[in-house]
């Protein structure tokens, strides 16, 4: 199998913090890796597309300044929201393709909720 | 622009048969993936189809017609247990995926 964690699973911080998920491949190097931001009743919207050694691609809309994207290494990408405001409160969910994988199917990990008070 | 459409809500009941359907409009093709999502939790990986045709994996079936942008997913004998979002996504170029809003099935005794 291909297993992707997320951590934390969930936090609730304060307006104007900021808050670090990380995202790691446990059993497999993942070259890329998604970043995804879900509403309630909404579908997974792709904030960014990140890559091993490199800057990450944001979609457009998505502040880069604001959702700091870091992919240090083959196995683990962080994303860090900073100075949170309640419109970030959100469900936040990592992905990672597999090389080797023919279709680069995406492994998706838990998922963060995210809660700006 | 990218369209991915399928229905917002589907009922059935347990042992039936259902289907949902995903129409698509995108700028490129290189596949489409259905995922299953329970409430709270992250998708789970179902079915896989680049080429024309129905893909067969246990109770779950997919087709696709690329010529028609179009897909659906069957869920044949369902269990209260299917109860889920059912997302469709297509691959364009590259690696990352366009999530249609999902079909919410609720299956009942």
């Known amino acids: 199998g291909a297993v992707v964690s997320q951590h934390p699973s969930w936090v609730i911080c304060k307006s104007g913090t900021s808050v670090k998920i990380e995202c790691r491949s446990l059993?497999?190097?993942?070259?890329?890796m998604f970043w995804y931001r879900q509403f309630p009743k909404q579908s997974l919207m792709l904030m960014a597309t990140s890559n091993e050694g490199s800057k990450a691609t944001y979609e457009q809309g998505v502040e880069k300044d604001k959702f700091l994207i870091n992919h240090a290494s083959l196995t683990l990408s962080t994303l860090t929201v900073t100075s949170a405001h309640p419109e970030d409160s959100s469900f936040y969910i990592c992905?990672?393709?597999?090389?080797?994988?023919?279709?680069?199917?995406?492994?998706f990990g838990p998922g963060t909720r995210l809660t700006v008070l | 622009g990218q369209n991915i459409d399928q229905p917002t809500e589907m009922t059935a009941t347990e042992g039936a048969i259902v289907q949902i359907n995903c129409t698509y409009q995108t700028s490129g093709f290189n596949g489409l993936f259905w995922y299953q999502q329970h409430a709270g939790e992250a998708p789970t990986f179902l079915s896989y189809?680049?080429?024309?045709g129905l893909e067969e994996k246990g109770r779950f079936s997919s087709f696709l017609s690329r010529s028609k942008g179009y897909s659906y997913l069957l869920l044949k004998e369902l269990q209260m247990k299917d109860s889920a979002s059912y997302l469709c996504?297509?691959?364009?170029?590259?690696?990352?995926?366009?999530f249609g809003k999902g079909t919410t099935l609720s299956v009942s005794s």
């Open positions: 189809n680049v080429l024309d």
């Open positions: 996504a297509v691959k364009e170029a590259g690696t990352a995926l366009i």
């Open positions: 992905s990672a393709t597999r090389p080797d994988r023919a279709y680069n199917e995406q492994f």
């Open positions: 059993d497999f190097q993942a070259t890329t």
